[in-house]
């Protein structure tokens, strides 16, 4: 069975790219664009990965990393934290809400898919 991959990402074309390369590689995917339906989506989905921006309109992907991680039947799913939005202390504080791994965009694929791998061994 394939892995199931939660990808929000705001920006229409990141997030395609991110689906495109995932299905490319055997992943099942659903994509979310607005931060205020990830919950809702990740409980129904029940993925096995969730790949967030950080920067949102309406809502920060740090506190959703931290409402993922506070909800029982998804703390424990691995979060790859992918932002733009890369200062000082950013990665600490994006670990610190329970990302297990973070990418600064912009993404190249060979980067984005060894964290990928290394998030969801096979």
């Known amino acids: 069975m394939a892995k199931r991959i939660l ?33 809702a989506t990740a409980q129904r989905f029940a993925p096995d990965l969730v790949i967030m921006d950080i920067q949102l309109p309406n809502v920060s992907g740090i506190d959703l990393i931290a409402q993922l991680k506070a909800d029982n ?12 939005y890369a200062g000082k202390g950013d990665e600490e ?24 791998c290394t998030l969801l061994p096979a």
């Open 7 to 39: 990808v929000v990402e705001d920006n229409d074309l990141n997030r395609k790219l991110f689906c495109d390369v995932l299905k490319a590689n055997g992943y099942e995917v659903v994509p979310v664009a607005d931060g205020q339906n990830v919950l």
């Open 73 to 84: 039947d998804l703390n424990g799913v691995p979060v790859l934290a992918v932002t733009a």
């Open 93 to 116: 504080r994006i670990r610190d809400a329970g990302a297990a791994d973070y990418l600064a965009k912009p993404v190249s694929i060979g980067p984005f898919m060894t964290a990928v």
